[in-house]
């Protein structure tokens, strides 16, 4: 079975189609300056309306993360375990993705990571992390 | 004066379904089932009931679940509602039915939940629809996280800021099972180790199989009424001193912290109301649909300091006997869980340790009860006090 590819909204359509682009677009207030995730129509901190879409840069660290052993749909059981983290951005929000690569499954609280793109068919990639080198 | 539910309700009725693989009963039957038990323990008639408050079903297709229930019920009453926040359901129900009593909507209301998780649905679709309803569908799904997977990430990120231990989350399962083997409807009964839970098979570490709540099928029932027409109805009224609410988000990618939730201001607003603290407790039952969960609570109730949570249950501080008792019907992880139901059987143990109904389990000098319901991933919170006298 294949893995999921992104449902759309009009909250979640710009984010995911920056992503077939391999871009990943974090939203930020053009009032209050403060950026936040998931996107949403209006600033959750200040609630003005005036929003952008930003580029994150694409690095930040692992605050929490678990190797998921029993998968939660047939879509996944065939990746065996896999790393699903909360990555913080450098911009400040807070993501959910996998750690893929070489010691996913070695992934730490603190782990330094950065941003990768993984295919999806049908051109849809989703914004995952790998663990950086240093 | 600010306005308080304090000492104005009482529970007169509590029941309990038949627990675990009920293929012979649907959802709304079981519920159906521990509704008359509930009405049968206040010795109450059909006709009493003029309200009715309950949560909502994923096992059957039905929208109005309030409505569903009064139509199965033969009910036709002046005041009915369906509530969704999860696990924090039942308690927020029992605040909403003293609220609509002390206002006047109902005088006597029934409050129900139940479901057949366990035989209603494979155990696969289970996980996999409590997925969908819990993991953000357009940003988190696409990644494969699970419900364990989200109180595993907890329970990570506490390890890592407290230094608690995997044996100390596995001394919660152990003293659970202890306390569910003394009560005659549960669930799982068989005896664990920490051993056992240690080597139990992974789900999402840190958390391996018997850190996880079951799935069963399980229904349960109490009914709310005026504390002044309690007293006429029951010998033993449990009174509701306090209720207090905190939500914070929905999903786990927006929680400010994964070591500090609203439970901490639920149950302030509880204690506030009921004017106790957590030093008046004689017992507490505790959400703990995963190991993890109960520790944090006790921390963020102010039974112990952050971070003692772990060491608070494995110097054996929770079992019957012991300083707090803390789910002496063996919780979710092994008495029952069944979507809303699993913090409502938390209430229905409370009264009945109140009433001084639990034979060997029971707790010596039960006077006053704690119970905290959360739903969500620790998003939805509800705590409750409950006495056996007004205070
Ligand atoms: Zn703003």
Redesign the interface.
């Known amino acids: 079975m294949n893995?999921?590819?992104?449902?759309?909204?009009a909250?979640?359509k710009p984010?995911w189609e920056a992503a077939r682009a391999s871009r990943l677009l974090i939203k930020q207030c053009d009032a209050c300056m403060r950026p936040f995730?998931?996107p949403r129509h209006l600033c959750p901190f200040c609630w003005s309306d005036k929003t952008l879409w930003i580029e994150s840069r694409g690095t930040g660290t692992i605050?929490?993360?678990?190797?998921?052993?029993?998968?939660?749909?047939?879509?996944?059981s065939g990746?065996g375990p896999?790393v699903?983290?909360?990555v913080d951005l450098a911009e400040g929000p807070?993501?959910?993705?996998?750690i893929v690569g070489a010691g996913a499954l070695e992934a730490a609280?603190?782990d330094r990571v950065k941003l990768c793109f993984e295919e999806?068919g049908e051109g849809w990639k989703?914004p995952q992390f790998e663990r950086s080198a240093s | 004066m600010e306005f308080s539910l304090r000492n104005r309700t009482a529970i007169v009725g509590i029941g309990e379904s038949d627990i675990g693989k009920v293929p012979h009963l649907s959802g709304l039957g079981l519920t159906a089932q521990a509704a008359k038990r509930a009405l049968d323990d206040a010795g109450l008639a059909v006709s009493d009931i003029d309200g009715l408050l309950t949560a909502y079903s994923l096992t059957e297709p039905f929208f109005m679940l309030g409505t569903v229930l009064c139509e199965y019920l033969g009910l036709k009453p002046r005041f009915c509602s369906s509530l969704v926040a999860g696990g924090a359901t039942p308690a927020i129900l029992l605040g909403h039915a003293a609220a609509a009593i002390a206002a006047g909507q109902a005088s006597c209301v029934l409050v129900c939940t139940g479901e057949n998780r366990a035989t209603g649905m494979s155990r696969d679709t289970a996980v996999s629809s409590l997925a969908a309803a819990v993991g953000h569908p357009y940003f988190e799904y696409p990644y494969g996280n699970s419900i364990p997977g989200c109180y595993a990430m907890i329970a990570r990120r506490y390890m890592h800021e407290y230094g608690i231990t995997r044996e100390q989350l596995a001394h919660v399962p152990v003293v659970t099972r202890q306390h569910a083997a003394m009560h005659p409807n549960s669930h799982m009964k068989a005896p664990i180790t920490i051993e056992d839970v240690i080597a139990s098979k992974p789900i999402a570490s840190p958390l391996n199989l018997l850190d996880c709540c079951l799935i069963s099928d399980a229904a349960g029932a109490f009914i709310v009424t005026s504390a002044d027409r309690a007293r006429h109805i029951a010998d033993r009224p449990v009174y509701l001193l306090g209720v207090g609410e905190c939500h914070t988000h929905e999903y786990i990618v927006c929680a400010e912290t994964l070591v500090h939730f609203g439970v901490m201001e639920s149950g302030q607003g509880a204690y506030r109301m009921a004017g106790l603290g957590p030093d008046d407790m004689d017992l507490a039952q505790l959400y703990d649909c995963f190991s993890i969960v109960p520790i944090l609570e006790l921390e963020e109730l102010g039974f112990c300091a952050p971070g003692e949570g772990g060491s608070f249950y494995a110097a054996g501080h929770a079992a019957i006997g012991a300083r707090l008792p803390v789910n002496t019907h063996g919780g979710m992880l092994s008495h029952a869980h069944a979507g809303a139901t699993g913090g409502m059987l938390g209430i229905i143990e409370a009264v009945a340790q109140l009433i001084g109904e639990c034979g060997e389990r029971q707790v010596r000098d039960a006077h006053t009860a704690l119970v905290h319901n959360e739903g969500g991933v620790l998003s939805s919170n509800c705590t409750v006090i409950l006495a056996d006298q007004p205070r």
């Open positions: 893995l999921p590819v992104p449902a759309l909204n909250d979640s984010f995730f998931p605050y929490s993360y678990t190797v998921i052993h029993r998968a939660p749909a047939p879509e996944f990746r896999y699903v983290a909360l807070r993501v959910m993705a996998n609280v603190g999806r989703v």
